[in-house]
């Protein structure tokens, strides 16, 4: 039997598929490389112009304060000395430009600026990048607050030209073209040496290719030849499945991100948006979520147009379970808030409604206190909850309020007692969950609550939004890790 010779070997053959493959993996490649240098660049620039902004703003607080003019006009003149920047100016707090780059810019412009970049720049005490054209050519509106004793009292402006960005787009585009362009010649000269049994498998994995880019995965690729293209054919089939099997799952855990992202938003709308107005009462209420839905609650209610209902409660851990909890006992407190006669019936009508429906590992522990804005007599009473601070600004000392009580969920017809305080002018009552005393920076150390009694105490005379302020800004400057628990806390005041 005459031995068949080999025409084409399948080695020239893959050899030729990987030739075009490459061809078509340079361009893309030319791409990425480009979005990439684009991006760092970018980058590059941005963080460049923010530190220029950052200490322009800086040098020019006195410099504003005093009204010295020509302190500002060197920081302008210093700031333009650096490379790729087109203007620099500095407004006063009215959005007046008080210093620039270009003296003739000063005297046509001795009004307040009602262009788009100077209004979105004044609405936040943050430094704020903005793209724009200037002078017909694409910038960068790098701006920054000038804040003392925190207030706004300028506006620093330095504009970056994109400049630099072009270039490396017409560089690496030029060279991109002449890659392309060779590619093009040798892969016309492979083209003319392909045969049609070397074309057909190819053209049957480009439409495969295709149809993937389309989003079908269903028509797997059949080939006849049983040589090293059929292989890849059943290989590149199973990664199509593969394929349709993560987009599915991706396609799911986008869903599940859309239904926590709601949840979150609906969870929101329950927290109550105002504060509750009576004569002689300021009271406010904060909670921040560790995740996108979370176990903290509060809630206020008005017993009467004298007598105010508040409660604070924290489902143990937090997620999609404690947001359900949480949910559950909003839906209890507003059904029967209407119909107990003291916090202590409330903690054990609810604890009766709930605790047959408890997982076993849930549990709550909540506060809840009525307050007469007549008498100044604020009604007690805790469910396994941390005690309630009490500032007496008389004695200028402050106490812990609490009172013996199971946490809802746990035992079956668990009883509950009152505490009654007599409060008075200037006296501030605060409720709140362990996720802000429990706080941990990076030492492992804990918030704890002194530091939360000596906030209370240094900010007693504030009013009860400036209070939660206080102790918040000082959380975050106690601990940047991310939040591990719910934070949630009410402050009420006696203003009168």
């Known amino acids: 039997?005459?031995?068949?010779?080999?025409?084409?070997?399948?080695?020239?053959?893959?050899?030729?598929?990987?030739?075009?493959?490459?061809?078509?993996?340079s361009v893309i490649n030319t791409y990425?490389?480009?979005?990439?240098?684009?991006?760092?660049?970018?980058?590059?620039?941005?963080?460049?112009?923010?530190?220029?902004?950052?200490?322009?703003?800086?040098?020019?607080?006195?410099?504003?304060?005093?009204?010295?003019?020509?302190?500002?006009?060197?920081?302008?003149?210093?700031a333009m000395a650096e490379k790729g920047i087109q203007y620099a100016m500095i407004l006063d707090e009215e959005r007046i430009p008080i210093c620039h780059n270009d003296t003739e810019y000063l005297a046509d412009h001795k009004y307040p600026l009602k262009d788009k970049v100077t209004i979105n720049a004044f609405k936040g005490n943050a430094l704020l990048v903005q793209d724009m054209v200037y002078q017909g050519e694409s910038s960068f509106d790098v701006s920054s607050p000038i804040i003392w004793n925190r207030k706004k009292i300028g506006l620093i402006r330095v504009g970056f030209s994109k400049e630099p960005i072009k270039e490396v787009i017409r560089n690496t585009t030029g060279k991109?073209?002449?890659?392309?362009?060779?590619?093009?010649?040798?892969?016309?000269?492979?083209?003319?040496?392909?045969?049609?049994?070397?074309?057909?498998?190819i053209k049957l994995l480009m439409k495969g290719v295709e149809r993937i880019s389309e989003g079908n995965f269903n028509h797997p690729i059949k080939i006849k030849q049983r040589d090293e293209f059929f292989v890849l054919a059943d290989t590149f089939n199973d990664m199509q499945k593969s394929i349709k099997k993560m987009m599915n799952e991706i396609a799911e855990q986008e869903a599940l991100r859309r239904e926590l992202q709601i949840a979150s938003q609906i969870q929101e709308m329950l927290i109550p948006k105002e504060s509750p107005k009576m004569d002689g009462l300021d009271i406010r209420g904060y909670s921040q979520q560790a995740t996108e839905v979370g176990g903290d609650y509060f809630d206020f209610f008005y017993i009467d147009k004298n007598n105010l209902g508040t409660i604070l409660a924290d489902v143990s851990g937090h997620g999609v379970s404690a947001a359900l909890i949480m949910v559950m006992v909003r839906m209890v407190f507003k059904s029967i808030s209407k119909d107990v006669k003291t916090p202590a019936h409330l903690l054990a009508l609810s604890n009766k409604l709930l605790e047959g429906d408890m997982l076993e590992d849930k549990f709550i522990t909540m506060i809840y206190y009525n307050f007469d804005a007549r008498?100044?007599?604020?009604?007690?009473?805790?469910?396994?909850?941390?005690?309630?601070?009490?500032?007496?600004?008389?004695?200028?000392?402050?106490?812990?309020?609490?009172?013996?009580?199971?946490?809802?969920?746990?035992?079956?017809?668990?009883?509950?007692?009152?505490?009654d305080l007599l409060l008075k002018k200037g006296d501030v009552v605060l409720v709140y969950t362990d996720g802000f005393i429990e706080i941990k920076n990076e030492k492992e150390e804990e918030f704890g609550l002194e530091r939360l009694k000596n906030i209370v105490v240094k900010s007693h005379e504030l009013s009860s939004e400036a209070i939660i302020g206080n102790i918040v800004e000082s959380c975050n400057r106690f601990s940047d890790i991310p939040m591990q628990d719910d934070k949630t806390m009410v402050v009420l005041k006696v203003a009168g």
């Open 32 to 78: 990425l490389t480009l979005q990439n240098q684009t991006r760092t660049l970018r980058k590059e620039i941005i963080k460049r112009a923010e530190g220029i902004v950052r200490k322009l703003a800086s040098d020019s607080v006195d410099a504003i304060l005093t009204k010295d003019d020509i302190t500002l006009f060197t920081g302008v003149k210093n």
């Open 1 to 25: 039997m005459k031995k068949s010779k080999i025409k084409f070997s399948i080695k020239y053959k893959y050899i030729l598929f990987v030739t075009f493959l490459v061809l078509l993996l």
């Open 375 to 419: 008498s100044k007599k604020l009604t007690l009473s805790n469910a396994g909850h941390p005690p309630l601070l009490w500032y007496k600004n008389k004695d200028k000392k402050i106490q812990e309020v609490g009172t013996n009580g199971f946490p809802i969920g746990v035992m079956e017809n668990a009883e509950y007692e009152n505490v």
């Open 176 to 201: 991109a073209l002449t890659v392309a362009l060779i590619a093009v010649f040798i892969g016309v000269i492979l083209t003319i040496l392909l045969t049609t049994y070397i074309l057909e498998p």
